[in-house]
């Protein structure tokens, strides 16, 4: 795990962004839902996260490549340490039954940055 991600605990959403100040930095917070619902689809691997990709044209900086998906992850901050070194952005966030809301409205955000 990347070492800046190890202090980062108890969250329902964790996004990986680009410093908009420095090209070679990211950008990493934290978040719980207002309304955070009960998780879907857990397993004894782990929950169940929303996963939203993209990375950033290098011409233009804008949204490029941007995927979303579900899966199980046992630890999502392992998960994004083996995607930020490779030059990917995103967040996943816990799958219950109040976030899709908050998907919906997170990729509408990464489309209009397309």
């Not at 978040?31 to 939203?52: C, D, F, Q, R």
């Not at 979303?68 to 490779?86: N, T």
Request: one cysteine or more; hydrophobic letters at 40%.
């Amino acid at each position: 795990m990347l070492d800046f991600l190890e202090d980062i605990d108890d969250y329902d959403a964790l996004f990986f962004l680009p410093d908009s100040e420095d090209d070679e930095s990211i950008h990493i917070k934290s978040s719980k839902y207002k309304t955070p619902g009960i998780p879907v689809n857990a397993t004894e691997n782990g929950s169940m996260w929303h996963i939203l990709l993209f990375k950033c044209n290098e011409e233009s900086g804008n949204v490029d490549n941007l995927d979303h998906f579900d899966a199980v992850l046992s630890d999502p901050r392992e998960y994004i340490s083996g995607l930020i070194p490779s030059g990917w952005f995103g967040l996943v966030a816990k799958k219950t039954t109040t976030s899709d809301i908050f998907m919906t409205d997170a990729l509408d955000k990464f489309n209009s940055m397309m």
